[in-house]
């Protein structure tokens, strides 16, 4: 899932007009695209099990089903915003909202894994291009004295599809309406999107930059390849036992990377735009964030799609029954936002405090596993996925803001963007990585007693890589930008 805070540009304030007339109109169309982006980063979690035993497939396929979307949002997110940019923010919004709503009808008239996963990706292309727009859109629109309020209605919007998005899908599940069984659960966006496009094309502003950065086509392809060279070997190796050719796709991965930095570092000395301004990298501020997004979301994304497939193929919860198990780590989540806001002026220590709740959360689960082994209840899950849920909050809050604060000015549109599409390439590194331990420890034949040794060892994973979030996090600046430093959003 994107988040808006992270995506601030670092264009200058417009001159004073008179307010967009249907700005507040404009603003709830922006957050039905948020919501139906929030909800299908998190449904399939819930539903995979069932999509797997109705379409067929493998492990490799319920990890596609999220890495597949997650990776292609990834590669898409900053060429999403120049689009809107050059082509015009409305125009874009609506071509976005309209392939987004295309591509879940693909997804729920899906008669094979391959073709869900071909889906997925198309709602994460478009996606990337839907969601950039609103930002960009929202400045215009709205004077400095509301812009906060309108900033401010994205953290609810954002809780409640962490907390309703699992009970919706586990609930559209089991309901099975009209027979369509998950397949609802993409469905249900037909009328979201198209609702979205008639009321876009009714009270969204025609926007965009005066100023326009150009396309860098090559850059997106070589990120795009490095970023698949990583995930296809990880979540598809396994299934091959590991062939040589997961190994050279692995080493090619970092020499992509290598020549995508090269060719950034080039077009950039010679005066173009490059995807990613190569200043950045010299910054400890931003690589220690780089660094740290990379390990803690794929910690995350990982942890909550095994924990699903743990509390229903493991422990034969229904899928309603798992969706209602993930609430208490939400609304964990939303406690912690909350308490982040008040200790704010602490920076980095906010941070590392959440990284270290998170960290005992995680093992409270594992010790709740030990002493119930195979008949653990969401109830006795619940107060160790609370204090998952409160670091977590207490973690994702000032993280952008902090990385933020170790860039120029000029900088922050690039760092910004950056910053949000390595959250989608950990969210997809995650699902491969962690996916891949979880299936490998099943075995072909998963007994109650595999599944919960892999579930055990997936956690001390997960712990780990939250202690190595702990030590890259001290690569961050002490403390997030000051408010009036901070870049107008974009």
């Not at 009321?199 to 392809?221: C, I, M, W, Y």
């Not at 931003?286 to 422990?315: E, R």
Request: aromatic share 10%.
């Amino acid at each position: 899932m994107s988040n808006p805070v992270s995506v601030m540009a670092s264009t200058a304030p417009a001159d004073e007009a008179p307010p967009y007339r249907w700005r507040w109109a404009a603003l709830f169309v922006i957050l039905a695209a948020e919501v139906m982006d929030l909800l299908d980063a998190v449904v399939t979690n819930i539903a995979a099990p069932t999509m797997r035993a109705d379409l067929g497939g493998t492990g490799a396929t319920i990890q596609w089903l999220g890495a597949a979307y997650t990776l292609s949002m990834a590669v898409g997110l900053i060429t999403g915003g120049r689009l809107g940019d050059i082509f015009g923010r409305k125009r874009m919004f609506l071509i976005g909202a309209l392939g987004f709503t295309a591509g879940s009808l693909l997804c729920a008239v899906a008669q094979s894994p391959e073709l869900l996963i071909g889906s997925r990706v198309i709602q994460g292309l478009f996606g990337a291009v839907m969601l950039p727009q609103g930002l960009g859109m929202i400045k215009e629109m709205f004077p400095p004295k509301e812009m906060q309020t309108a900033f401010g209605l994205f953290g609810p919007i954002m809780g409640l599809s962490a907390v309703g998005g699992p009970i919706l899908a586990g609930w559209l599940v089991e309901a099975d309406y009209f027979g369509t069984g998950w397949r609802m659960i993409f469905l249900v966006n037909l009328p979201l999107g198209l609702a979205a496009v008639i009321a876009g094309l009714r009270f969204l502003p025609e926007s965009r930059s005066p100023h326009p950065l150009k396309l860098d086509l090559p850059g997106v392809v070589l990120a795009s390849l490095g970023g698949f060279l990583v995930i296809f070997p990880l979540v598809q190796g396994r299934e091959h036992d590991w062939p040589a050719w997961t190994f050279v796709m692995l080493a090619a991965s970092a020499v992509v990377f290598l020549a995508f930095g090269w060719f950034e570092s080039r077009k950039n000395r010679q005066g173009g735009d490059p995807l990613v301004v190569p200043s950045l990298f010299r910054k400890r501020a931003f690589t220690g964030g780089l660094l740290t997004g990379t390990v803690f979301f794929s910690g995350m994304a990982g942890f909550i799609l095994v924990f699903n497939l743990y509390t229903q193929m493991g422990l034969g919860y229904s899928a309603l029954k798992a969706g209602l198990a993930m609430v208490p780590w939400s609304g964990g989540m939303i406690v912690g936002f909350g308490v982040a806001q008040a200790v704010q002026k602490f920076g980095r220590k906010v941070l590392l405090t959440g990284t270290l709740i998170m960290t005992v959360g995680v093992l409270g689960v594992l010790l709740t596993l030990d002493m119930n082994g195979m008949r653990v209840t969401p109830w006795q899950l619940t107060p160790a996925l609370v204090v998952c849920g409160i670091g977590m909050g207490l973690l994702m809050a000032p993280f952008f803001d902090i990385v933020l604060a170790g860039v120029e000015q000029h900088e922050n549109g690039s760092a910004s963007g950056t910053l949000t599409a390595v959250q989608q390439l950990g969210n997809a590194l995650g699902v491969a990585l962690l996916g891949t331990v979880f299936f490998n420890l099943l075995g072909s034949v998963p007994t109650g007693t595999s599944f919960e040794h892999a579930m055990k060892t997936t956690l001390w994973v997960v712990a780990g890589m939250l202690v190595l979030t702990f030590a890259v996090a001290f690569l961050l600046p002490k403390h997030a930008r000051e408010p009036e430093e901070l870049p107008a959003p974009a």
